[in-house]
């Protein structure tokens, strides 16, 4: 069965950077798109990034474009999110999701597997 792990999360300085990672496994990474998102303490989950299947596409919520950047690494079965010029707001428990398609979105429903978290807390 399918299988995300994410790693990398912490406590970060405003303004430091943190890369997170996702690990796949499970069946044929290279073949579906990837996204990332998190959801705040009393807040619904939202999106943050998209990768499609061979990486040319990649979409961005509109708080961390610029700042983050995510990529995948086919070859490793992994996808990741680099986090710069990080904020107080950015704190929440970040998840990695798997489609069944190549094709990036930017709605969680259109995701089929998805990781346990990893939490990331960003102190003022």
């Known amino acids: 069965q399918v299988q995300l792990v994410e790693s990398g999360g912490g406590l970060v300085q405003a303004g430091g950077s943190l890369r997170l990672s996702c690990a796949a496994s499970g069946r044929t990474f290279s073949l579906y798109a990837m996204g990332w998102f998190r959801q705040a303490p009393g807040k619904e989950r939202e999106f943050v990034a998209t990768?499609?299947?061979?990486?040319?596409?990649?979409y961005y919520a509109d708080s961390v474009k610029g700042r983050f950047t995510i990529s995948r690494d086919n070859a490793k079965n992994t996808v990741y999110l680099q986090m710069n010029s990080l904020k107080p707001e950015d704190t929440a428990v970040y998840y990695c999701a798997q489609r069944n398609t190549g094709v990036a979105r930017r709605e969680a429903e259109q995701y089929d597997y998805w990781g346990q978290g990893t939490q990331v807390t960003v102190s003022s």
């Open positions: 990768i499609s299947w061979g990486g040319g596409s990649t």
